[in-house]
């Protein structure tokens, strides 16, 4: 079984800046792709970015310049670095791992990310 653990959300100013982690654990292909997914209130959960186990990345466009994504593959840790936020980067974000295309999909249980003043 996958388990994913996020940690690192909070409550931030405007402009400031968060790291979200993501820990997985279990029985995990090394050939995957692991992603963020934000969901906002009455919203439906989008796609922050997302990263191959080989360190290919794409981001979404309201975040490209701001957030980075990376891994490390040695201690099976996400990564989102998210810079310059604003009030509407506010969602629960989710981890997720993705294997063979989404013949398994996993996700973490999210962690609370406000940009508020």
């Known amino acids: 079984q996958v388990q994913l653990v996020e940690s690192g959300g909070g409550l931030v100013q405007p402009g400031g800046s968060l790291r979200l982690s993501c820990a997985a654990s279990g029985s995990i292909s090394r050939v995957n792709v692991m992603g963020w997914y934000r969901q906002a209130p009455g919203k439906e959960r989008e796609m922050v970015a997302r990263i191959t186990s080989g360190g290919g990345a794409n981001v979404a466009d309201s975040v490209k310049g701001r957030f980075t994504i990376s891994r490390d593959n040695a201690k099976n840790m996400l990564y989102l670095l998210m810079n310059s936020l604003k009030p509407e980067d506010t969602a629960v974000y989710y981890c997720?791992?993705?294997?063979?295309?989404?013949?398994?999909?996993?996700w973490g249980q999210g962690t609370q990310v406000t940009v508020s003043s």
């Open positions: 997720n791992l993705n294997i063979g295309g989404g013949l398994l999909n996993y």
